[in-house]
């Protein structure tokens, strides 16, 4: 089994910072892309951030240039740090992984998901 589990979300006020961390372990062959998806209070999941094993990026247009995501392959381990937050950056954030399982083969996991909230 594979485990995804976040950390580092909490309250903002706007135009603060926050990073959040995501540690994926378990059966892990390997891990193609990992990123994350935010949903808020009577709106669908939206994808936020992903990045591939190589390190390419693809950011929503909402947050290019406030958000940057890496990942630290040794560790199975990705960051979401976000900066100038506003309060529409509020939601619940979930990590999502692309990867291999020993058992499994490929599957997709997601984390229990964070919440994010951005008010003064």
């Known amino acids: 089994q594979v485990q995804l589990v976040e950390s580092g979300g909490g309250l903002v006020q706007p135009g603060g910072s926050l990073r959040l961390s995501c540690a994926a372990s378990?059966?892990?062959?390997?891990?193609?892309?990992m990123g994350w998806y935010r949903q808020a209070p009577g709106k669908q999941r939206e994808l936020v951030a992903a990045?591939?094993?190589?390190?390419?990026?693809n950011y929503a247009d909402s947050v290019k240039g406030r958000f940057t995501i890496s990942r630290d392959n040794a560790k199975n381990t990705v960051y979401l740090q976000m900066n100038s937050l506003k309060p529409e950056d509020t939601a619940v954030y979930y990590c999502?992984?692309?990867?291999?399982?020993?058992?499994?083969?490929?599957?997709?996991?997601w984390g229990q998901g964070t919440q994010v909230t951005v008010s003064s």
């Open positions: 378990g059966s892990i062959f390997s891990i193609n892309a």
């Open positions: 999502n992984a692309d990867l291999f399982d020993y058992g499994l083969g490929r599957k997709d996991y």
């Open positions: 990045i591939t094993s190589g390190g390419s990026t």
